[in-house]
Structures are given as C-alpha cells and as structure tokens.
C-alpha cells in the first residue's frame, strides 16, 4: 500500500512537470502567434495557433490525470 501511495506520488509529480513544460511550450507558440514578423504568412499563423492550442489542451489533459491520481491517492490514505 506504501508502496503504490509513492508510485502515485511520482506520477503526479510527473505529469505536473510535463503540464507546465507544456504550458511554457504553448506560451512560446502564442508569442510568435501575436509578434508581428515581416515574414510570417497566414500558413505559418495557423500552424501556430494550433500548435499553441494543442499544447493547451494536453496540458489540461496532464492535469486532469494529476486530479485523478490525487483522488485514488485520498482514496488510500482513507
């Protein structure tokens, strides 16, 4: 039981880690989204405004799954 409450514990740290690298991902993909660049066509704007979307969405995904493993985690401590 300590040992699976630890394996949680890891896990959760993890995903936090990989959410906010994402996070930090996504807000680089927005800055070359919003700064103005001379060279920059509306392809290349896209790519980025979905890029940035897509890192967002798998950083929701990252801590949806530190929520969950947050609740089995009370769940054993219970």
């Known amino acids: 039981m300590k040992n699976k409450a630890e394996q949680l514990q890891k896990k959760m740290a993890d995903y936090q880690r990989?959410?906010?690298i994402l996070l930090a991902v996504s807000t680089f993909f927005?800055?070359?989204?919003v700064l103005p660049v001379e060279d920059k066509?509306?392809?290349q704007s896209i790519t980025l405004g979905i890029a940035s979307t897509m890192c967002l969405g798998?950083?929701?995904l990252m801590y949806n799954v530190v929520r969950k493993c947050k609740t089995q985690l009370?769940?054993?401590s219970e």
């Open 58 to 60: 798998f950083t929701a």
């Open 18 to 20: 990989f959410g906010f």
């Open 41 to 43: 066509n509306f392809i």
């Open 74 to 76: 009370q769940e054993l």
């Open 30 to 33: 927005y800055l070359g989204l």
